[in-house]
């Protein structure tokens, strides 16, 4: 009993009989049997029943434990289908395949399905991984061809390529093999050869997207003749009328192309390095899907309207970047540099036409101001703090409301005066003349360059020339040679805020605002004009009609609430209140603020200040 209890503290209550239970037959049968005990005890072990030791005493192993201890791997053959790979990644899907070129087993595939994805996965139907261990691509077609590990290489059959594509009849029946749709399933696509060119074939066979990299091989033979790689929607044109070209809007025609493999020339090929190329798949991907939106803006069956014009216009200011940092790229694969610069004519063309191409102009201001981070010194300011006027510094609010227990000839009084939180100040008393934000001090040269980029108006708002020097501007309104109410500090430059206006005597205030010694915004404020509104608000300091090229736009804001009216050095607005129709309302504010904005302040005021100034901190310390 005493060595049970022993066992039982060492291995638990469901474990000592698998300790004791062995030793004492050995034991029993050495003294009366002459039996070799080690022997009988490694029996007796071994036709014990299994037991998991994950459950209670007496149970049997799990269903798991029991697959697990069965497992022997699963047996992979050598099939035809295993020629055929799947190309994956988070942001795209194609396919590959297996040959033997130059008697060196490669992978086959397109430059723009390897090339453009980010951290592509190349697994065959089974599951197997093929690591790359050098990639070459062409220099003039859409193929890479990659060395690997993961697989035998010598001792499996592999595709071969055709001797020569252009000796192969017409019609001569072809399968494209293939991951379409990227639903990472193997496809297969009948059809037939239907021309043949230097370096591409065209094909009847319906590949799809995620075919892309795919084999075009023969149908008897199995030899690859070419690489699936894309197709060409055709739009009805009447130029192919009556031809096998012709399209309609019910019916549409669609060609598809594969490039060629068996005449490729070793002199074509260069290596690519895949930790160097990423930055340039960056560029052409955010090009590609600049080009996608333009696609996607410009359809046939959608009514291009002026508000679409304007957001087109928001989204080609916001892309535009991509343009200057391409330029500056220094290039190293020839296919990704091909393809950002034919993105690149394609953007440039659209623009042109709409007479946008002034906002790649306007984007190299944030490329330029990124380059000269180091000589950038910033500050947060905020204005001053001045009393509140709505709440005349009390923090509080005076609401005077009708009783609901008065009664005529009661006790009660008719009115009763509510005390609440002042919503303009949020209770303190006082507010900042302006908010908090962060200003830059910057030398004169990259004043000047930035000057440089920044198109004066051919059109004037209010009488200003927008984009012009700030010193011609301010001398061009006698009304403006005076002392202003006060400067508010911005990012590169400064607004000055005047009581009034030159050309209109109903306007309250005007603010003129300019960053790097340039006029970027005209803001005049006004009462709320009772019949035209904000319609005629946005044509009212305006000779003639606005052009699309114009590089200014205008804006007009209603001002609803009475954070955005502006202030004097007192904290009082400079907007005069609307009479109440009865004694226990307060007054209104009913008022507009109309906007002349040249594009270039939209596009400094887009910038990320936050992380320009954490780049600006960084090159200081170091």
Partial sequence: MMIRNLVRRSYGYSGWESVIRPVFLAFCLTCFCGVDAEEQANQLNTEAPARDNSGGSGQKSSLLSRIRKNHRGTAVSERDSDYYLIVKSPDGRGSAFLVRLWEQPVIVTNAHVFLSMKDPEIVDINGRKYVPKEVLASKTRDLVIISYEGAEQEQRELLTAVGDAGAIPIDTGVVAYGNSLGDDVIVTQKGKLLGIGPDKIEVDAPFVPGNSGGPVVLDEGGEVIGVSTYLRILEPDRSTTGSKYEATKLKRQVRRFATRIDNLDPSDLEPVFLEKIGRERELVRRSSEWVSCISDTFKEDEEFTLERFQD??????????????????????????????????????????????????????????????????????????????????????????????????????????????????????????????????????????????????????????????????????????????????????????????????SATCTALTFMFGRLLCVEIVTPQLEKGGIREGLTRYLKEELSDSSPFYVQAIRIVDRKMIPLDLRGRPLLKPVKPQRMEDDPEYDGMIVRGVHSCFGAINALDLNSLAEKNRKAQNQ
């Fill in 312 to 505: 087109f216009r928001e989204e080609c200011f916001r892309r535009c970047r991509v343009l200057i940092e391409g330029e500056a790229a220094e290039w190293s694969n020839t296919y990704l540099r091909n393809k950002f610069s034919e993105n690149r004519e394609m953007i440039e063309a659209v623009l042109k036409v709409l007479k946008l191409d002034f906002l790649v102009e306007i984007s190299r201001i944030g490329v330029l101001l990124d380059e000269h981070a180091s000589s950038l010194l910033s500050v947060k300011r905020e204005g001053s703090p001045v009393r509140c006027f709505f709440c005349m510094g009390s923090g509080k609010n005076s609401i005077k409301k009708p009783n609901p227990l008065y009664r005529p000839k009661s006790a009660y009084a008719r009115w009763v005066i509510e005390r609440r939180k002042c919503p303009v100040c949020n209770g303190n008393g006082k507010r900042p003349l302006w908010s908090e934000r962060i200003c830059f001090t910057y030398p004169k040269e990259l004043e000047d360059a930035a000057g440089r980029h920044i198109a004066e108006a051919g059109q004037t708002f209010c009488g200003f020339l927008l984009g012009g020097m700030e010193q011609q501007e301010l001398a061009r309104f006698v009304f403006y040679r005076k002392k202003p109410l006060y400067r508010i500090p911005n990012a590169f430059g400064e607004t000055l805020v005047f009581a009034g206006n030159h050309f209109d005597r």
